[in-house]
């Protein structure tokens, strides 16, 4: 008989937990924030609190910390966009705390995530405005927002972004002229600050995939929500991340919806929740599975449940994404 060592170094051990803050649970916006163990399908377990009720909110994470930012408060007088930070531990469970401000306000950010930066690109400022503001984060520490660059348009409503351990990825978007929904995607280099560079297209025009992120760290996987007329899309894309290119088709939820959250670890990316609007608007409690590196439809991963269940334009991410 022998021992058999645990595999990977050190800081790759005993992760793997997704987080998720639902956003909008009909008929406001929550405050709630759930956790989930990628590799290992299940439902969600409650985590904590955020600092305030809010929804179309950004995400982002280190292997410890996760970020919340960004996002919409409906219910306030007036209806406000805001531009807080707010970061958990995520190895634990408790309420969220306050890390500082971005440089810009706005519901559905996007952002990227390496070991040490959260990279947060554009938001929906209102009224109907567009930003092309990028600006960024140290993760490990507190305080406002700095400059980064920009985008190559100012966007609201981009698709989950996608990040590898070099460069954070943006895709999709809306802007104020026609064709409106856009099949852009493009990059930053997560180290040094600057404007984002053209990668290549979607396969479609699309936007408002929820917070989060789908990538190992050499593929990205985008959600694809909406591509207006039709906002009940199911389509998954896919992108080689280290070689720009036009992204190719990896498969199909289980049903067209829009506002979809995600989060990954280097084997899995789950999508949760969501909502369809015909016949009706439903808000689902449904997460859903890919293996990345491969090809095909999800697969059942398990129920959003509790005070998170049944919701839309919340944001997801987890300790151990394609960026660390």
Do not use: W
Not at 51 to 70: C, D, E, M, Q
Request: hydrophobic share 30%; glycine share 12%.
């Amino acid at each position: 008989t022998y021992m058999v060592p645990p595999g990977g170094n050190t800081r790759e051990r005993n992760r793997g937990r997704g987080f998720f803050a639902p956003g909008f649970v009909s008929p406001t916006q929550s405050n709630v924030i759930n956790f989930l163990n990628i590799q290992s399908s299940g439902n969600t377990e409650d985590f904590g609190d955020l600092t305030v009720a809010k929804y179309a909110l950004g995400s982002g994470a280190s292997s410890t910390r996760g970020i919340f930012h960004g996002g919409y408060l409906p219910s306030s007088s007036p209806d406000t966009d805001i531009n807080s930070i707010e970061f958990i531990t995520i190895a634990t469970t408790g309420n969220a705390t306050d890390f500082g401000d971005r440089t810009v306000v706005g519901r559905n950010p996007a952002a990227a995530s390496s070991s040490t930066r959260v990279v947060m690109a554009a938001g929906h400022p209102s009224p109907n405005s567009y930003t092309d503001t990028i600006d960024f984060i140290t993760t490990a520490t507190t305080g406002n927002a700095s400059d980064f660059g920009n985008l190559l348009s100012a966007t609201n409503a981009m698709c989950n972004a996608n990040n590898s351990p070099t460069r954070g990825i943006f895709s999709g978007g809306n802007q104020p002229s026609s064709p409106y929904n856009q099949n852009v995607i493009q990059f930053v280099t997560m180290a040094s600050a600057g404007n984002a560079s053209d990668f290549g297209d979607l396969t479609v025009n699309a936007r408002d995939a929820a917070g989060g992120t789908a990538s190992s760290n050499t593929r990205g996987l985008i959600l694809i929500g909406n591509s207006n007329p039709n906002n009940n899309l199911n389509t998954v894309d896919f992108i080689t991340m280290a070689s720009a290119g036009n992204a190719s088709d990896f498969g199909d939820l289980f049903t067209g919806r829009y506002s979809v959250s995600s989060c990954s670890n280097s084997n899995r990316a789950v999508f949760l929740a969501g909502r369809t609007t015909s016949p009706s608007i439903v808000y689902q409690n449904a997460m859903e599975f890919v293996t990345i590196a491969t090809t095909g439809n999800t697969s059942d991963f398990g129920d959003i449940i509790g005070s998170g269940s049944g919701s839309s334009a919340g944001a997801a991410n987890s300790d151990s994404h394609g960026g660390l």
